[in-house]
């Protein structure tokens, strides 16, 4: 197995680290597909290992005990799914399931833990990286309680095209109503809207996006509130 080269790295985490810090992982961290649906972690069974996200969407879900789960975080290649490894804890009470396809570098809970108390740099962007997502879990819960599904749609679109590897990409209406919370006839009636205004189309379960400054003028101040600060953190 060759050892991850840090110029071919995608994931912003690792990327901008100092090449000695990125040096201590290198070994450790292994190139996975990540296929679409596929679950990371489920919610309270032991966390087993960490994902660089280089390119793709994975969901993080909680789940209610009738079954019924939302979203309350996304990641792509701009952090890592697994952060409760570095928080002092094995488990966490929401899964990751893979909502699109893309790839990641995989490192062991062990071998993350090693570097994390070993380099500086990696321990204080994945912090960094901790309040950063944090930011954008707690603001889900504001936006969630708050705004029109109009406003929600929008903004989740936005999160979604940001990941993406362009304007197209999967994407049904039942998952996007299990993203929200909501039963799908809200989705559809609200994705209608947003499509007859040009911002977006769809078909064959794929969304594409037309005009990305509409639709984030559809949407509320959470989307701007999580950019900026995440921006401020990591740059």
Known sequence: MSQIKQSAVRNQLLAALPPADFGLLANSLTLVALPLRQTLFEADEPIGAAYFV????????AYLVNGDAIEVGVTGSDGMVGTPLILGADTAPAGAVVQMEGTALRISAAALKQAFNESRALHARLLRYVQAFYTQVSQTAVCNGNHPLEERLARWLLMAHDRAEG?????????????????????????????????????????????????????????????????????
């Open 167 to 235: 304007d197209d990409f999967p994407m049904t209406h039942e998952f996007m109503a299990m993203m929200l919370g909501v039963r799908r006839a809200g989705v559809t009636v609200t994705a209608g809207t947003l499509k007859q205004a040009g911002m977006i189309g769809y078909s064959g379960g794929r969304m594409t996006i037309l005009d990305r400054p509409a639709l984030e003028s559809a949407s509320c101040e959470c989307y701007g509130i999580v950019q900026r600060y995440s921006k401020q953190l990591l740059g």
């Open 54 to 61: 280089e390119t793709g969407m994975v969901s993080n879900l």
